[in-house]
């Protein structure tokens, strides 16, 4: 078990806001003063109801995408309980801190990545901590990771409504967020209570991601609904977002994933994502320049 003393040992340039001047949560979504962003352009936080809905997948699928468009990317494996960012990737050891903060961990590719998985002893050592440690760590991880310039820094966020997404969504100052649902979550129940408490505390929402919606046919190729229609496009209909992309069910996704190599995964579908994603995020700063 993962015994921590004050989180990564790292040196945060950038304290969590817990002196007088942070607001505490309230209802009706009161703010804390969030972290300064330094040279993060965009913060993307990624989502869902609940967990094994490819969240962690979608993350790093969009990650590498942005990668190979040239921009500079990082993920956040905020999932700290469940994290599943380095084995996706192939990423294993520990995170050096050489004094002056923590060296996130770096892919072939050049994507940052800095993870609860690299301060266990492996794999199968489970992080047991409680949800203020857990919520330190991630807010370590934002700001005493020496992270550079990035275009985008992706958080893979833990699933569900706990108080960890909660306080992550008060401290760290969010751009934007997308959430991943699938056809067969429980008619978007789960989907809707998260997407609520986003907006809730004014959290940006770019759009809704169907993941395993279509699978092909091996024999004719076609490709079919396993789950039958979904209510993705009704929900995102319903919340007034965009539906960033319908993502199929791919084993070679999963196969990719087993074996740490899931940034070689380059797909129509998945390039359709980032250009979604990308619209997204642009049509809401605009919207955002607008309102200033
Ligand atoms: N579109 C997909 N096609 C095939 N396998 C997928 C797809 N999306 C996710 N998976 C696989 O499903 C499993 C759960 O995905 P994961 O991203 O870990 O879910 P979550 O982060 O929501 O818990 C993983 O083994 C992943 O590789
Ligand atoms: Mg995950």
Known sequence: MAVPSDGTGA????PPPSGP??????AGGGVLQRLPKGNL???????SGKGGVGKSAVTVLLACELARQGKKVGILDADVTGPSVPKLLGLSGHLLDKGEGVEPAVTGKGLKVVSSQFLVEDEETPVIWRGPLVTRLIVQFFGGVN?????????????????????VFQTIPIDGMVFVT???????LIVKKAVNMARELHVTLLGLVENMATVKCPHCQKDFRP????????????????????????????????EGKLEQYASPSVAGL???????????????????
């Open 11 to 14: 040196a945060p340039s950038r």
């Open 21 to 26: 001047g942070a607001r505490r949560p309230g």
């Open 41 to 47: 352009q965009n913060v993307i936080a990624v989502g």
């Open 147 to 167: 992270w550079g310039a990035l275009d985008y820094l992706l958080l893979d966020m833990p699933p569900g409504t706990s108080d960890v997404p909660l306080t």
């Open 182 to 188: 699938t056809p067969q979550e429980l008619a978007g």
């Open 227 to 258: 789950y039958g229609k979904g209510r993705a496009r009704e929900l995102a209909q319903e919340f007034d977002l965009p539906l960033l992309a319908s993502l199929p069910i791919d084993p070679r996704i999963s196969e990719l994933g087993d």
């Open 274 to 292: 980032a250009s979604g994603f990308l619209q997204s995020l642009e049509e809401s700063r605009k919207r955002t320049l607008t309102v200033l």
